[in-house]
C-alpha cells in the first residue's frame, strides 16, 4: 500500500493551481483541467510516477474530500474485509476512468469522518529528470482529531497500518517502510491539520523553502528536523488556506522498528525538534488548521 494523493475542494482553484504549480513547484497533470460532475478539477503532479499527487475540484467552501491510497488487488480486499468485520457497511466500488491514472477502488469514512479512498488497477507516468528544488510526491497527511486513541486504533485497525511513534500530542502510523503515511494530532476541531512533500533531500528542502520566500510566503515553521520519522521540514501556509509542508530523509523502518512513546519524544525548553533552530507560528498555523473540514459523505 502506498499514499498517492490528495483531493480537495474550494472556491477559487485558479489561483491555487497557480500557486501549486508556479510557487510551490507541481506540475500539470494530463488532463491539467477536466470537468467531472459539472465542476472543474484541478490535477498536479510531482517529478516522480505518479499520476497526480494533488487535486482541487471548485466548490462553494474549502473541504478535504479523500486522501487516497494506492495498492494491488489483495491488499484493497483485505482492507474491505476489515470494514465489514469492524461493523460498517461493505464498501461500495467506484471506477476512476475520468482521472489521472485511471484506476477502480472504492471511498470509507474514518474515526470522525476522514474520508480515505483505495485504488488499484491505476497507471503511472514516466518520471521526470528529478529537480533539486520540486516536491516528488506525498510524504504523509496530517488529520486533526477530537479523539485520537480512537482515531489512532481505527487506522491501525481496520485500515491495517502499523504504529510507529506517539508523542504527547500526535500518532504516527505507516502502511509500508516510510515511517508515517497518515499522523492524527489532538484538536479542537477534526480536519486538515498538513500535507507534506517528498524533496530529494536536504538541500532541495531548503532551495524549496527559498523559492516561497522569493515570492513572498514566509516560512510557518522551519526549518528543522523532526524527532518521529527523524524528517528535514519547513511549513508554509497557502494563500487558499492550506498548510503544507516540504521535507526529506523521512526515517525508513521495518517490523523490528521499536514504537517510541510520549517519554521518548522530549525535548528542552523553547525547543521543538532535534536541531532547536526552528521558529513556529502558532497562531497562523492553528487558523489554518481550522480551514479545511471533511467533504459531506455523498
Not at 74 to 103: C, W
Request: hydrophobic share 40%; charged share 25%.
Amino acid at each position: 500500500m502506498k499514499l498517492r494523493s490528495i483531493e480537495l475542494e474550494l472556491p477559487d482553484i485558479a489561483s491555487a493551481t497557480t500557486f501549486m504549480r508556479e510557487v510551490w513547484g507541481l506540475y500539470d497533470s494530463t488532463p491539467a483541467l477536466s470537468n467531472i460532475g459539472g465542476s472543474n478539477t484541478s490535477y498536479l503532479r510531482g517529478t516522480g510516477e505518479l499520476p497526480y499527487l494533488w487535486s482541487m475540484r471548485e466548490a462553494a467552501s474549502p473541504s478535504v474530500r479523500s486522501v487516497s491510497f494506492s495498492g494491488t488487488a489483495a491488499e484493497l480486499e483485505a482492507v474491505s474485509a476489515r470494514v465489514v468485520a469492524s461493523g460498517m457497511a461493505a464498501p461500495r466500488r467506484e471506477d476512476y476512468a475520468d482521472e489521472p491514472g485511471g484506476g477502480h477502488g472504492f471511498s470509507i469514512r474514518g474515526f470522525e469522518g476522514q474520508p480515505y479512498r483505495f485504488i488499484t488497477g491505476d497507471a503511472r507516468v514516466q518520471a521526470m529528470p528529478m529537480q533539486d528544488d520540486k516536491p516528488i510526491e506525498l510524504s504523509h497527511v496530517v488529520f486533526n482529531t477530537q479523539d485520537r486513541a480512537g482515531a489512532m486504533a481505527w487506522v491501525r485497525d481496520v485500515l491495517g497500518f502499523t504504529l510507529s511513534d506517539e508523542t504527547r500530542i500526535m500518532s504516527f502510523l505507516r502502511c509500508d517502510e516510510i515511517h508515517h503515511a497518515i499522523a492524527v494530532a489532538d484538536a479542537k476541531s477534526v480536519g486538515l491539520n498538513h500535507v507534506a512533500f517528498d524533496m530529494r533531500d536536504t538541500d532541495a528542502v531548503m532551495k524549496g523553502a527559498g523559492r516561497l520566500r522569493d515570492h513572498g510566503h514566509d516560512i510557518a515553521w522551519g526549518p528543522g528536523r523532526h524527532g518521529p520519522g527523524n524528517n528535514v521540514f519547513s511549513y508554509f501556509v497557502t494563500p487558499f488556506g492550506a498548510t503544507i509542508e516540504y521535507t526529506a530523509e523521512v526515517q525508513r523502518v521495518d517490523a523490528n522498528y521499536r514504537t517510541g512513546r510520549p517519554e521518548d519524544w522530549t525535548w528542552p525548553p523553547r525547543r521543538n525538534d532535534h536541531w532547536g533552530i526552528a521558529v513556529r507560528d502558532n497562531a497562523r498555523l492553528h487558523d489554518a488548521e481550522k480551514t479545511f473540514g471533511f467533504k459531506a459523505a455523498a
